[in-house]
């Protein structure tokens, strides 16, 4: 099994996989018929140089919910996150075992609120970064193993939390 360094971890909040040009798999071609064209981007370079998962579902429409399944890979009624702000996660995720194997831990969020503290999601994570992109590619350069996460909420412009 190849040894990895530097792990990226990158979740688009409320983007779906078929709306990605890369992904030549289009799960809902009745439901959503995109009209627009999408142009060839550093996402798709992304995608095909990495692990692109173009059949994920989630286990609930929250994303503190849905990402706390993510990283502990627990259903909510087992890992304690079953809703968008009054639980807390009670279990081990994955930063903690990143850490465990050698790895520093980095997680940046747009939403601190449903991916954060105040519900207990950032155990184990070393660097925690709120709304600054430019700080989390800096510490990424920086590290020389980490684990990490950065996850983009502004996609749900005009209709989210902006």
């Known amino acids: 099994m190849p040894k990895y360094d530097k792990i990226i971890w990158i979740s688009l909040d409320t983007l779906r ?44 429409p929250y994303t503190s919910a849905s990402h706390a399944a993510y990283f502990t890979g627990l259903w909510p009624k087992n890992n304690g996150i ?8 009670k279990v081990k995720n ?3 075992t990143a850490k465990k194997n050698g790895y520093s831990t980095l997680f940046k969020t747009d939403f601190p609120f449903v991916l954060g503290k105040y519900l207990n999601l950032i155990k184990g994570v ?7 992109n430019e700080k989390f590619l800096k510490k990424l350069k920086s590290k020389k193993k ?17």
């Not at 030549?24 to 627009?36: C, F, N």
């Not at 070393?126 to 600054?132: A, G, K, P």
Request: aromatic letters at 18%; one cysteine or more.
């Open 17 to 60: 996989a078929d709306c990605i040009n890369f992904n030549k798999t289009k799960l809902y071609p009745k439901e959503y018929k995109i009209k627009t064209k999408i142009k060839d981007s550093k996402l798709d370079e992304l995608c095909s140089k990495g692990c692109f998962f173009n059949n994920a579902i989630s286990v609930t």
């Open 82 to 89: 079953y809703d968008q702000f009054n639980s807390k996660l």
């Open 94 to 96: 994955v930063f903690q």
């Open 126 to 132: 070393d660097d925690y970064i709120i709304e600054d």
């Open 146 to 162: 980490v684990f990490s996460f950065i996850h983009f909420g502004q996609i749900h412009y005009p209709y989210g939390f902006h």
